[in-house]
T-cell receptor, first 114, second 112 residues
Framework: KAGVTQTPRYLIKTRGQQVTLSCSPISGHRSVSWYQQTPGQGLQFLFEYFSETQRNKGNFPGRFSGRQFSNSRSEMNVSTLELGDSALYLC?????????????FGNGTRLTVT | GESVGLHLPTLSVQEGDNSIINCAYSNSASDYFIWYKQESGKGPQFIIDIRSNMDKRQGQRVTVLLNKTVKHLSLQIAATQPGDSAVYFCAETNTGFQKLVFGTGTRLLVSP
């Protein structure tokens, strides 16, 4: 089976712009989660989707949003980018959700905001 | 490669040694725990998991121990190899909570 695929791998944006990141989960996985990883804060939960519904959201401002499509693919969007949004954004999938089976992560999108 | 943490605790071992990585978790209600390995430039890779109704689980060369009394997890790696060099994270969750809470990570360096 192919793993979790995230595109693009690298992005450079300017403050104030917006960005959309894409994630294709492992085939058959219906739960998709997003995490932000920075050297200072470590791995922080953004949100989780299952069957196109957001089931949980982390403590991030409303500039961070996401969605899931009927084929389980997911996108996250960050609007009005700030320098502090520079991070590795990780997508993870599992068959039904976090507490039932482990999440399987993609290799992330490295976002740099200048 | 990318740095996943500037000031991570580091465990340095010789090839062939056994390694023990420790983790204190935060929520006494957590009932599912996972260890991940992250290599430079990659996402976290699942190693082993354990539920709160167990105190030990073994995989291939790895063992996870869970002590709920003191909220402590450990990952034991037998016969550590240079390919085991990476950052290791523990993560906790509560079934149905749909969110993993990660520890700060430990960098394992294996010398040949």
């Amino acid at each position: 089976k192919a793993g979790v695929t995230q595109t693009p791998r690298y992005l450079i944006k300017t403050r104030g712009q917006q960005v959309t990141l894409s994630c294709s989960p492992i085939s058959g996985h219906r739960s998709v989660s997003w995490y932000q990883q920075t050297p200072g804060q470590g791995l922080q939960f953004l949100f989780e989707y299952f069957s196109e519904t957001q089931r949980n959201k982390g403590n991030f401002p409303g500039r961070f949003s996401g969605r899931q499509f009927s084929n389980s693919r997911s996108e996250m969007n960050v609007s009005t980018l700030e320098l502090g949004d520079s991070a590795l954004y990780l997508c993870a999938s599992s068959p039904t959700g976090t507490g039932i089976s482990p999440l399987h992560f993609g290799n992330g999108t490295r976002l740099t905001v200048t | 490669g990318e740095s996943v943490g500037l000031h991570l605790p580091t465990l340095s071992v010789q090839e062939g040694d056994n390694s023990i990585i420790n983790c204190a978790y935060s929520n006494s209600a957590s009932d599912y725990f996972i260890w991940y390995k992250q290599e430079s430039g990659k996402g976290p890779q699942f190693i082993i998991d354990i539920r709160s109704n167990m105190d030990k689980r073994q995989g291939q060369r790895v063992t996870v121990l869970l002590n709920k009394t003191v909220k402590h997890l450990s990952l034991q790696i037998a016969a550590t190899q240079p390919g085991d060099s990476a950052v290791y994270f523990c993560a906790e969750t509560n079934t149905g909570f749909q969110k993993l809470v990660f520890g700060t990570g430990t960098r394992l360096l294996v010398s040949p």
